[in-house]
């Protein structure tokens, strides 16, 4: 009986509401009409328990009427809770409190620093740090640059070692992309356009652009969604565009196309995308230009003259590295070079993506940085090639670790969206961003002030580069771009840890293609041997057991 009692008690607020409801109407009869109200709400409380009763959608609302709602209602603001009540400093992911502080602070040009030592945990396993030098160096000048363009390229770009990554309108809004692109303007360093094309806002702020150009062909692109040469020359002759990047893949969802509902279509995008308004917008998973190595840089060589002479290059995620092999055997066969190769992470993640392709598709950035780098140099090309690298890149530590590794200069994207004033909602792909940055909404995006926020994007920048500075100055460097693997040591174990040369050793230059082979290397010739410049696929199907090719 007791336990007859205690499993209808889930039912007390619905019956109770009910029972308050006929109580104060028959009060509002008798004594007063204010009882009316309190009988609207009781009643209203009840009928919402009926339907719950009734409804077979979800089950816990059947079993626990009306007050089965809290759950929801708790649960829709839970990652509030945690973010502003809960969470340590260390806890939030995919970014930690302590990294999104420092975007702020800096972002503002407020204090960076911290008192009473670091809160890492210096003895774990995945800590790294930079060996430093008795004898440090003062940098007063901390623009740092790299020149972009090889030996085929007419207008080489002189980089930031730190710009904007791929970002589109759409994805981002008007404000958003016009903050960003004032403040690259502003603090003279560059902004990746993402495969959205180049929109207004993007030419109303006059920073120097990347015009990314995707398998969807967006602002280069006939009305059947193939390339036209005519428009993408039109687009590149702009002054402001001053590289061009042609995206395989990105590190959020790497292997995976798209589709812009036609419902959130604005006449602004379709102008910007040159695409018509009503119809979804699909972006292909694979471009319909090439479809093999040689015709990837066929396409490259048809971009840099199509523009003038501009740099052009790719970014990729690093999926097979026989397939990476295959592009570069294809440089060597055709003399086609890219100017650049730009290495996105898996950790990347301003595009929506399935949790699937966010957690396990693709290969992190240091890995994929590190095996881009190696795979240059064992084919003799890492010197008119320059590497982008890009994957939760905010702080100027994480600059320095990328560029010993092999990068010549960074991109950022979730970084510069903090300093606009992401707070890592996570609501991107809703519409419904807080703080008006990934959102349509034009109510929404009011809120971000263009003028305030490209200042703080600048800041942001500039207050990296002088810290950036300061390390390298303390490494005993006089520029960034002097740091080596031997620069750091990564903690593998508990009680063990390895120098980067080590951890991330760079080969031999020359060492694929020199015809002598070194014994420890040979994973590498065996997967450069499978290598095809004339196909992406496979030579064979591998079946059975794994047989690892004995060194000549």
Sequence with gaps: ?????????????????????????????????????????????????????????????????????????????????????????HEEVPFSRQARGL????A??????????????????GYAWLTHSASPVTITDTNFRVRVGGSACKQPYEASLYNISAMSFGALSANAILALNTGAQKGGFAHDTGEGSISRHHRQGGGDLIYQVASGYFGCRNDDGSFSPEKFAEVAA????????????????????????????????????????????????????????????QFVAQ???????????????????????SMVK????????PDFIVVDGAEGGTGAAPVEFANRVGMPMLEGLTFVHNTLRGAGIRHEVKIGAAGKIVSAFDIARVVALGADWCNAARGYMFAI????????????????????????????DVGD?????????????????????????????????????????????????????????????????????VDWYSRWDRANAESFAPPEIPHGPFRRRKAA
Excluded at 34 to 60: C, E
Excluded at 476 to 505: T, V
Aim: proline fraction near 6%; include cysteine; aromatic fraction near 10%.
């Design 238 to 297: 702009d002054p402001q565009v001053k590289m061009i990047e042609i995206k395989l893949s990105q590190g959020a969802k790497p292997g995976h196309g798209g589709m812009l509902p036609a419902s959130k279509i604005s006449p602004e995008i379709a102008e910007a995308r040159g695409i018509p308004m009503g119809i979804d917008c699909v972006s292909p998973a694979a471009h319909s230009t090439f479809s093999t190595p040689i015709g990837l840089m």
């Design 421 to 448: 004033g992401c707070i890592q909602a996570q609501a991107c792909h809703t519409n419904a961003c807080p703080v008006g940055i990934a959102t349509q909404d034009p109510v929404r995006q009011r809120a971000l």
């Design 103 to 106: 975007v702020y602070q800096r």
């Design 303 to 325: 971009l840099r003259e199509l523009s003038g002479g501009k740099p052009v290059g790719f970014k990729l995620c690093i999926g097979h590295r026989r397939e990476f092999m």
């Design 108 to 125: 503002k040009g407020a204090e960076d620093k911290r008192p009473f030592g670091t809160i890492e945990n210096v003895y774990g396993s």
């Design 453 to 521: 926020k490209s200042d703080r994007v600048a800041r942001f920048h500039r207050n990296t580069m002088k810290a950036l500075g300061e390390i390298a100055g303390a490494a005993g460097l006089s520029n960034p771009s002097d740091f080596m693997p031997y620069h750091f040591m990564f903690r593998q174990k508990d009680n063990e840890f390895l120098d980067g040369n080590e951890a991330y050793p760079y080969l031999p230059q020359g060492f694929l293609v020199a015809g002598e082979e070194i014994p420890e290397l």
């Design 1 to 89: 009986m007791l336990n007859t009692f205690f499993s209808y008690q889930r039912y007390t607020v619905f019956v109770g509401a009910g029972l308050i409801a006929l109580a104060s109407l028959a009060g509002a009869v008798l004594y007063s009409q204010w009882l009316l109200l309190v009988a609207t709400l009781a009643a209203a409380l009840f009928v919402l328990g009926v339907h719950d009763v009734l409804q077979r959608r979800h089950s816990i609302l059947r079993n626990y009427p009306v007050v089965g709602h809290l759950r929801f209602i708790l649960e829709s603001f839970r990652p509030e809770i945690r973010q502003y009540l809960i969470e340590g400093d």
């Design 330 to 337: 294809a440089m060597l066969k055709t003399g086609i070079i």
